[in-house]
T-cell receptor
């Protein structure tokens, strides 16, 4: 079964706006990861946040983790057309496997 | 640019064919993975190799047969596939697995787009 659920499923914004994507998971985790996938391409790792961390930054990306609510969010600030992609959260389940959420399809219009 | 190379990029095969997907990484990673991804869906884990040994098989049908000839190479042998097996097959690697748990980031290849007629 899928470990993570994401919302929204699709998000359309204008360039320069911020984009926020949310992820919920079901079981205790060691870490939670976010990946980006351009259409028809492989996945690219964006950021990893450990279970003892609450917030992490990387460039225009900000990830938060709330283990009490079993949820995480990815914020992309000052979005660009090149940010158009699908974004997946992924967490390691109790079997030690990295399982992906359903993903958010982000469209950034110039 | 990805450091995980997958070949071929595209493959069309009939249901009676035998073909193989290949994956190579030169990052010194000791864990390698096969994921299957259908359109508009997340990747689904198929197999995990750790130190060249199969550590996870997600109840994948036997028409998919993985092989890890050495620490840099991972193959997926395909035989008697069905049209519903058409998908993007993604290979990934990570530094290692600790006590059977994935602890770090995965590096993905660009995938092999498989179409079964």
């Amino acid at each position: 079964s899928q470990q993570g659920e994401e919302d929204p499923q699709a998000l359309s914004i204008q360039e320069g706006e911020n984009a926020t994507m949310n992820c919920s998971y079901k079981t205790s985790i060691n870490n939670l990861q976010w990946y980006r996938q351009n259409s028809g391409r492989g996945l690219v790792h964006l950021i990893l946040i450990r279970s003892n961390e609450r917030e992490k930054h990387s460039g225009r990306l900000r990830v938060t983790l709330d283990t009490s609510k079993k949820s995480s969010s990815l914020l992309i600030t000052a979005s660009r057309a090149a940010d158009t992609a699908s974004y997946f959260c992924a967490s390691v389940n109790q079997g030690g496997k990295l399982i992906f959420g359903q993903g958010t399809e982000l469209s950034v219009k110039p | 640019d990805t450091e995980v190379t997958q070949t071929p990029k595209h493959l069309v095969m009939g249901m009676t064919n035998k073909k193989s997907l290949k994956c190579e990484q030169h990052m010194g990673h000791r864990a390698m993975y096969w994921y299957k991804q259908k359109a508009k869906k997340p990747p689904e884990l198929m197999f995990v190799y750790s130190y060249e040994k199969l550590s996870i098989n997600e109840s994948v049908p036997s028409r998919f047969s993985p092989e890890c000839p050495n620490s840099s190479l991972l193959n997926l042998h395909l035989h008697a596939l069905q049209p519903e097996d058409s998908a993007l097959y993604l290979c990934a690697s990570s530094q290692d697995i600790q006590a059977g748990w994935i602890t770090g980031e995965l590096f993905f290849g660009e995938g092999s787009r498989l179409t079964v007629l």
